[in-house]
């Protein structure tokens, strides 16, 4: 990921946003970073997510770096699953809801 120093990303936070319910996701934030194609995307789903979302019918709609962070959108049972990697004082909630209209 182009726009976040090597340094900084050890003060990100990785959330995710499913049905209006706010998960906070334990993982290896590198693993997100590092991140670029669709088929890592899914397999970072398999590996972090599936445990919240119940179903083995998913895809990637978009990955995105923005300011300070990146966001995954992935299409779960026809609902929007958001990602977020951020700075703890960024809001999370309001960068995903540009994503999920």
Known sequence: MKNIPEPESS???????????????LCDVYD???????????????????????????????????????????KVNNEVLCLCIHRAEVDCENICRGYTK
Do not use: H, M
């Open 11 to 25: 003060f990100l936070e990785v959330t995710a946003i499913y049905r209006g319910k706010i998960f906070r996701i």
């Open 32 to 74: 997100f970073v590092g991140c670029e194609s669709s088929d890592c995307a899914l397999e970072l789903f398999d590996l972090y997510l599936q445990r919240y979302v119940d179903t083995p019918e998913k895809t990637v709609v978009a990955i995105e770096n923005i300011r300070g962070g990146k966001v995954f959108v992935y």
